[in-house]
């Protein structure tokens, strides 16, 4: 027989003398290692929230003492503008016919034991029709159309005010040499554009997502306090939409300004992604019956649907129909905006004040 | 090329603030050359900036304002590198140290000017209150307190400069550099701006400033950058570039007393060119009748005053009057940039 190891033996003895209670150390093995792996997760966890709160206190801190400041001459200068008076009065005649509209019905609603009321110049009507005409034919009923109706109105008037700010904003300063001014500052090139995105995304929920909450909040106080509960996906509804609304439009401004300094080029160039196309698409399927996916041309029509999604209209209240859907829309408005960010970032890594 | 850096140590330096940047350059372009497409912007500049007050000239073209675009950090030079205090132009930390005032008038014409020089406090990183403090201390410091409420559309030329100075003090950097800064001032403004200057280089600041004007740059200061096809043709003092210039063919004028034949300064004038022959061109005229004038245009300048100087002891000339008419620095200039061609 042969001799055997003294290292096996030992082995052996080692694995005899645990081999009662091998079971228990396994499971406290196992518990150490889950006890040190939830110790790495929480302070890993803890790590990355500690990151993204430094990152997020940072970005504020820039925002706030660099990028602000650019933003704030923007706003200026788009205000100063007499031009754009007219469009801000637009908007606002948008916002005021939504606003006394409701009280206009609060007020019908209450006439309702009348025949007939006196309504101003319009003269003697009666209040269930004018009810039902408010609520039904223009929706002034706190519901999603609602609102989808008022940020159509109100876009607008608002991109046509973009197509003409994109020079005043940014066009200038790169072909009169008021850039100068900003980059002998210590500010970083795309300080510069975030300050000047913020001024178009601040000016563009001026005029879209504020009201709209305004009227929200209206109606809520008009109706009854369960409206907010009811319709609190409605809020959210606007919200995003305003988001999307200002991201996109933005980023396209920024970098359809950033290559066409002149106002012209611009206007033009703005107008073929937002006017041109729809009337293309809008030939194309409605004329001429081709697939509803030739809509995703036009960068507008595809806002639209992901605001109808997103305020939760019906598919069948989203007109011009058929629409394609919605997952392709947010597809095209995503690569359409990857790709002006991408216009944008070689533009800011190769800008020089050079004339 | 005549010489490089700038000495600075002869400069004043009483600073209010000190600087800490005493053994870095406050300015240093090395080996920078920058090209558009095809066309020189700068080549292979070096300069070296500590304090003091230093004058950048050159004719249209020479590449000033490419070499003023990369030290603010407006344009990425090609080959070589600009450091502002240790740091490159195109940084952050660096565009603290530079104030710039450009050349171009391109403001925002709705604002009044101490809404546009609160707003560029305010690019600086300050606060309202702090811009609102700093943008009125600099318009005082510009003269422009009294008229900073109009909108800037109405402001004439002057008006803008000063303006356009007062946006490049706000941050109190301690480099400025100034393009063309008494471009449209009246007399008694660039008298003031010439004192504000030399203030500014009193308190310990390095000022660039680039001008056409060579006059006004010699009023500020000895010290100038010459610039010529995108290179650095000569940074000395002017005396020290004319004194190395002195070998270059030059022009010079001689009044002689025309004596009693009235015609001793036509003798002198043969008698230099018997013993001169490098003389390429001499001109002769009587401007009244004791004077005669003599204009000489010889090679070796040096050489040229030893022998008339023998001339004048052997032979008993009067003169009355003997002086380079190219002594200003806009000769200086020329010559270099005829050097260079």
Same mark, same amino acid.
């Given at each position: 027989m042969a001799e055997l190891n003294p290292v096996l033996l030992r082995y052996r003895g080692w694995r005899g003398s645990l081999s009662d209670n091998g079971a228990t150390v396994t499971v406290l093995f196992g518990l150490g290692q889950f006890a040190?792996?939830?110790?790495?997760?929480?302070?890993?966890?803890?790590?990355?929230?500690?990151?993204?709160?430094l990152f997020m206190l940072n970005f504020s801190l820039v925002v706030r003492s660099r990028a602000w400041p650019v933003a704030r001459i923007a706003i200026e200068q788009l205000f100063c503008r007499r031009l754009f008076w007219g469009l801000y009065g637009l908007s606002l005649t948008v916002f005021l016919m939504y606003f006394f509209g409701q009280y206009l019905m609060s007020w019908a609603q209450n006439q309702l034991g009348e025949s007939e009321v006196r309504v101003g110049a319009v003269g003697k009507v009666n209040p269930k029709w004018l009810l039902d005409f408010l609520r039904n034919a223009l929706k002034f009923n706190g519901s999603a159309e609602m609102f989808r109706n008022f940020f159509w109105y109100e876009t607008n008037s608002v991109m046509i005010t973009l197509a003409l700010s994109g020079s005043v904003l940014i066009g200038n300063d790169l072909r009169h040499g008021s850039l100068s001014f900003y980059l002998s500052k210590p500010l970083e090139r795309w300080h510069y554009l975030l300050g000047k995105?913020?001024?178009?995304?601040?000016f563009l929920n001026l005029f879209t997502t504020l009201p709209a909450i305004v009227l929200f909040v209206q109606f809520g106080l008009l109706e009854s306090w369960d409206y907010f509960a009811d319709h609190s996906q409605l809020l959210f509804g606007i919200v995003a939409y305003g988001l999307v609304l200002s991201i996109h439009l933005t980023v396209i401004l920024l970098a359809l300004a950033s290559w066409l300094r002149n106002t012209v080029p611009l206007v033009m160039a703005w107008m073929t992604l937002f006017a041109f196309a729809q009337g293309v698409s809008s030939a194309l399927v409605d004329g001429l019956h081709y697939s509803p996916r030739w809509r995703l041309v036009d960068m507008w029509n595809c806002t639209f649907l992901i605001g109808n999604h997103l305020l939760s209209v019906p598919s069948e209240a989203i007109r011009p129909a058929p629409q394609p859907p919605v997952g392709e829309a947010a597809l095209v408005l995503g690569l359409v905006g990857f790709l002006c960010l991408t216009l944008l970032i070689l533009r800011v890594r190769a800008v020089e004040v050079v004339s | 090329m005549i010489a490089v850096p700038i000495p600075r140590s002869d400069e004043p330096t009483t600073t209010t603030k000190p600087l800490t940047l005493s053994t870095t350059p406050l300015l240093l372009c090395e080996q920078v050359s920058k090209w558009y497409g095809p066309v020189r912007g700068v080549l292979q500049v070096t300069l070296e900036l500590r304090s003091g007050l230093t004058g950048l000239v050159g004719a249209n073209g020479a590449g000033k304002t490419t070499l003023i675009r990369l030290i603010t950090g407006q344009a990425l030079p090609d080959v070589g590198r600009v450091l502002v205090g240790g740091h490159d132009a195109r940084s952050t930390s660096a565009r603290r140290l530079v104030g710039y005032c450009p050349d171009v008038d391109a403001f925002y014409e709705e604002m009044s000017g101490r809404q546009f020089i609160e707003a560029m406090a305010r690019l600086c990183g300050y606060s309202g209150a702090?811009? %609102?403090? /700093?943008?009125?201390?600099m318009l005082e410091k510009v003269g422009?307190?009294? /008229?900073?409420? %109009?909108?800037? /559309?109405?402001?004439?030329k002057g008006m803008r400069q000063r303006i356009k100075l007062a946006q490049a003090l706000l941050?109190?950097?301690?480099l400025l550099v100034l393009d063309e800064p008494m471009s449209g001032i009246d007399p008694v403004g660039r008298a003031e701006f010439v004192?504000?200057?030399?203030e500014l280089a009193a308190m310990g600041k390095c000022l660039l400033i680039s001008s056409h004007e060579l006059d006004e740059?010699?009023?500020?200061?000895?010290?100038?950058?010459?610039?010529?096809?995108? /290179?650095?043709?000569?940074?000395?003092t002017v005396p020290r570039i004319r004194e190395r210039l002195i070998e270059v063919p030059t022009t010079i004028r001689i009044d002689v007393t025309r004596g009693t034949n009235g015609d001793d300064h036509r003798r002198f004038a043969a008698m230099l060119m018997s013993r001169l022959l490098d003389l390429t061109a001499l001109e002769a005229s009587e401007p009244s009748e004791e004077i005669g004038r003599l204009l000489v245009r010889t090679r070796t300048p040096r050489h040229f005053l030893e022998e008339v100087n023998r001339l004048v002891l052997e032979e008993w000339f009067e003169i009355v009057h003997l002086k380079p008419v190219d002594e200003s620095t806009q000769a200086v200039l020329g010559m270099l940039l005829a050097r260079r061609r």
């Open positions: 040190l792996l939830g110790l790495a997760a929480i302070l890993t966890g803890y790590i990355q929230l500690a990151t993204l709160t995105g913020l001024a178009v995304t601040g | 702090e811009s %609102r403090r /700093r943008a009125g201390a422009m307190t009294g /008229r900073a409420e %109009r909108k800037l /559309r109405g402001y004439s941050h109190d950097p301690p004192t504000l200057f030399k740059l010699e009023k500020l200061t000895d010290h100038v950058v010459i610039m010529s096809h995108g /290179r650095v043709a000569a940074a000395d």
